[in-house]
């Protein structure tokens, strides 16, 4: 007596239910979709790396370098970040992400809000790599066109990555940044 | 004419579907065993960070490490609040520890892509960015020429008496890669005494060492 494919499905489908639940169940979806708020100079503490952001700034031209463009300015963001994961991290560009700011001139290739430089606030040094529980204070640069008036209040994302195997080598890796959290920090003219 | 010693009469509608049923009860069986045996058996083979772990060739200080493209001595370790580099002063929140060591090339050109500080909780350390290393990360080794300098990190103070240097040629990956890894001997009064320093300490640059090789 032959099935009809129907239940045959249903079959499977209640088959692999109870196969996966004697290995520990299909794993939750986080449906979550609002983004927690974090206050202006407020630790957000996270994977891999904690961050304050402490303020936020345009200027037309800094003392040590200038916009690639002339007429342009940078968008600046300061924020103390610190390694919580067990090695030195050298993606410091994932760190943060700009939400609202239009018409920046980098896009940050296949990451549009990326920033175009960091540096220490320590020495002015190109800051490329933090280390374990040695938190920085950092300077976030993006480069936006002169013709748009800088915003007013600037929408920070804090990007989060997941320690979990990669499914192409199977090997641990930090993965999946995404968004954790957002703080709101008004814009200051550094030049004034 | 053949006869006929026994007869089964034909198995009615019921018969057939429970027959049916437990055969696909049985594959259904089958399969989940094999599922079973298949999530023991995974359960049991190490995971792809440890199959492909790096080999690592320990040593104590001033004893010749392998580290298969090149072979390293480390010879000396200070520290410091503040170092200069070509010209350039540099402070940290925890304390700068410049390691000497020297190292040379086996058969071919090579370079140490890779160095840095394990503390005791297996944390890792890279070799900082902040000057340009005059030894790691760019000095090309040749064979049987011997170079000696320093290496730099910076580390959290709490964890600088209990470190050990890990070198490797590969830059990035050091899976299935050999790594020379060699303890430092450094005690709470050492660093003290760099924290306690009121000088920059200047980087030292790499230089050949002639007369000499590493065994």
């Given at each position: 007596?032959?099935?009809?494919?129907?239940?045959?499905?249903?079959?499977?489908?209640?088959?692999?239910?109870?196969?996966?639940?004697?290995?520990?169940?299909?794993?939750?979806?986080?449906?979550?979709?609002?983004?927690?708020?974090?206050?202006?100079?407020?630790?957000?503490?996270?994977?891999?790396?904690?961050?304050?952001?402490?303020?936020?700034?345009?200027?037309?031209?800094?003392?040590?370098?200038?916009?690639?463009?002339?007429?342009?300015?940078?968008?600046?963001?300061?924020?103390?970040?610190?390694?919580?994961?067990?090695?030195?991290?050298?993606?410091?560009?994932?760190?943060?992400?700009?939400?609202?700011?239009?018409?920046?001139?980098?896009?940050?290739?296949?990451?549009?809000?990326?920033?175009?430089?960091?540096?220490?606030?320590?020495?002015?040094?190109?800051?490329?790599?933090?280390?374990?529980?040695?938190?920085?204070?950092?300077?976030?640069?993006?480069?936006?066109?002169?013709?748009?008036?800088?915003?007013?209040?600037?929408?920070?994302?804090?990007?989060?990555?997941?320690?979990?195997?990669?499914?192409?080598?199977?090997?641990?890796?930090?993965?999946d940044p995404e968004p954790r959290a957002l703080v709101r920090a008004p814009v200051k003219?550094?030049?004034? | 004419?053949?006869?006929?010693?026994?007869?089964?009469?034909?198995?009615?509608?019921?018969?057939?579907?429970?027959?049916?049923?437990?055969?696909r009860l049985g594959v259904g069986a089958l399969l989940i065993a094999a599922v079973a045996?298949?999530?023991?058996?995974?359960?049991?083979?190490?995971?792809?960070?440890?199959?492909?772990?790096?080999?690592?060739?320990?040593?104590?200080?001033?004893?010749?490490?392998?580290?298969?493209?090149?072979?390293?001595?480390?010879?000396?370790?200070?520290?410091?609040?503040?170092?200069?580099?070509?010209?350039?002063?540099?402070?940290?929140?925890?304390?700068?520890?410049?390691?000497?060591?020297q190292a040379v090339a086996r058969n071919e050109p090579t370079s140490i892509g890779y160095?840095?500080?394990?503390?005791?909780?297996?944390?890792?350390?890279?070799?900082?960015?902040?000057?340009?290393?005059?030894?790691?990360?760019?000095?090309?080794?040749?064979?049987?020429?011997?170079?000696?300098?320093?290496?730099?990190?910076?580390?959290?103070?709490?964890?600088?008496?209990?470190?050990?240097?890990?070198?490797?040629?590969?830059?990035?990956?050091?899976?299935?890669?050999?790594?020379?890894?060699?303890?430092?001997?450094?005690?709470?009064?050492?660093?003290?005494?760099?924290?306690?320093?009121?000088?920059?300490?200047?980087?030292?640059?790499?230089?050949?060492?002639?007369?000499?090789?590493?065994?």
């Open positions: 007596m032959a099935l009809p494919p129907r239940w045959m499905g249903i079959g499977a489908a209640v088959l692999a239910l109870g196969v996966s639940g004697l290995f520990g169940g299909l794993d939750e979806v986080d449906t979550g979709t609002e983004l927690a708020t974090v206050e202006l100079g407020t630790v957000h503490t996270g994977e891999p790396w904690n961050v304050t952001v402490t303020g936020a700034g345009f200027a037309d031209e800094l003392e040590s370098f200038e916009p690639r463009t002339p007429g342009n300015r940078w968008l600046v963001v300061a924020a103390v970040v610190e390694v919580t994961g067990e090695e030195s991290r050298f993606d410091l560009y994932d760190v943060l992400r700009l939400r609202n700011a239009s018409d920046l001139v980098s896009q940050g290739g296949a990451f549009p809000g990326r920033p175009d430089r960091i540096l220490l606030k320590r020495d002015g040094a190109e800051a490329a790599r933090l280390h374990p529980d040695m938190p920085e204070e950092l300077y976030f640069f993006w480069e936006q066109a002169g013709r748009t008036e800088p915003p007013r209040e600037l929408e920070i994302e804090i990007i989060g990555k997941t320690r979990r195997v990669d499914t192409l080598t199977g090997h641990m890796q930090w993965l003219d550094l030049t004034s | 004419m053949t006869e006929v010693r026994h007869h089964r009469a034909p198995r009615g509608p019921v018969g057939r579907a429970l027959a049916g049923l437990g055969s045996v298949g999530g023991l058996v995974k359960s049991a083979t190490p995971d792809a960070d440890t199959r492909e772990r790096p080999f690592v060739r320990t040593g104590r200080l001033g004893e010749t490490v392998d580290a298969r493209t090149f072979e390293v001595r480390v010879l000396d370790v200070r520290g410091a609040k503040e170092i200069v580099r070509l010209g350039r002063t540099r402070s940290t929140g925890g304390v700068w520890v410049l390691v000497r060591v160095a840095a500080l394990r503390d005791g909780r297996g944390r890792l350390f890279h070799a900082t960015e902040r000057i340009r290393q005059p030894l790691a990360r760019g000095r090309t080794l040749q064979p049987g020429i011997p170079v000696e300098g320093e290496i730099v990190f910076e580390v959290p103070v709490e964890v600088a008496t209990d470190l050990s240097i890990r070198l490797a040629w590969v830059p990035i990956d050091q899976r299935m890669e050999a790594v020379a890894e060699v303890p430092l001997d450094i005690d709470a009064g050492m660093v003290a005494s760099w924290q306690a320093r009121t000088e920059p300490v200047t980087v030292a640059d790499a230089t050949v060492v002639t007369g000499q090789v590493t065994r």
